[in-house]
């Protein structure tokens, strides 16, 4: 009997709300997802849950049916297809914010900017009132974002509120439109902006992943979207895209990054090579030998945990 393929479901959803038990709601997750062969990351906290995970069909359903009988019926879960398992292993984990900012007080949850429809949004975004501000971190804004976008070039989403202290001037008597990769990083961005005193306030309705599903003419996106598993970039199309990452910058390759003579693989790029020592690309090489050797067995490379 001829083995039937089954195609990889790559489900992403978050909700912010309040969630008390943090442990039972981490057994019971921890223990469907791993009975049903699950992988990827499920984030609880105090102020919801933030997931992206991966199995095939049958799984995906039964461990969506339980987080919404468990946190929420109102989750949007958001679907994606891939010809591999893009996750190494499966991570429940406690934490205090299921994306860090680092402000304490916000409710995303009460208080968040108005949502614009995806296939409202190249309209809303060229009124000349509206400033575009990319929430995403700056090497995923490298590979791809909406055009004439504000980009604050963080390296990280915890930066973004003294970007914004510093950029009072470029904000000031604007309609403020943010977007990031799902949605979950201008919900809490958007709070934080209205809880310091902003008004007018938007966010895209479910991250670029979701406008690039609904719209079928992106007149205003340009590039692909970063992705943190390891299709590393998906096109307009939602389908894998050119990118690789680099193992010691984790920054997206192109074609062209991996032409370079300081392109080693698994061991250095363009972005990283003058920056990491010997030592550290002498245990990078190693690494990447393990790999080959795990390749060579038919066996799977999952490295360290964290």
Not at 8 to 30: A, G, H
Not at 228 to 255: M, T
Request: net charge positive; glycine share 6%.
């Amino acid at each position: 009997m001829t083995k039937v393929h089954q195609q990889n479901i790559v489900c992403s959803f978050y909700q912010f709300l309040k969630i008390v038990d943090l442990k039972n709601l981490k057994i019971k997750i921890f223990n469907q997802a791993k009975k049903n062969k699950i992988l990827g990351t499920i984030l609880i906290a105090q102020e919801g849950i933030n997931g992206t995970i991966s199995g095939n069909n049958e799984s995906i359903k039964k461990i969506t049916k339980l987080v919404k009988k468990e946190v929420s019926e109102d989750i949007l879960f958001k679907y994606s297809k891939n010809d591999k398992q893009p996750f190494l292993r499966l991570k429940v984990k406690i934490k205090r914010e299921i994306v860090r900012l680092g402000i304490k007080g916000l409710k995303p949850n009460v208080n968040t900017g108005k949502y614009v429809n995806p296939k409202e949004w190249d309209n809303f975004i060229t009124n000349k009132d509206v400033i575009t501000l990319d929430t995403r971190n700056n090497y995923e804004t490298e590979i791809g974002s909406f055009k004439e976008s504000i980009i604050p070039k963080t390296k990280t989403f915890s930066e973004f509120p003294d970007w914004i202290k510093q950029n009072k001037e470029i904000l000031k008597n604007k309609k403020i439109a943010m977007y990031c990769t799902g949605g979950i990083r201008c919900e809490k961005a958007s709070s934080y902006l209205l809880d310091i005193g902003y008004e007018d306030v938007f966010q895209l309705e479910g991250g670029v992943l979701n406008y690039l599903k609904e719209v079928k003419n992106k007149k205003r996106w340009k590039g692909e979207c970063f992705v943190f598993d390891d299709r590393v970039s998906v096109n307009d199309k939602l389908e894998k895209g050119n990118f690789i990452q680099c193992f010691a910058c984790r920054n997206p390759l192109s074609k062209k990054d991996r032409l370079s003579r300081d392109y080693i693989k698994g061991v250095s790029c363009p972005n990283c090579y003058s920056k990491t020592s010997s030592k550290k690309k002498e245990s990078f090489i190693e690494r990447q030998k393990q790999i080959n050797l795990s390749k060579v067995r038919g066996e799977k490379h999952i490295g360290n945990k964290e």
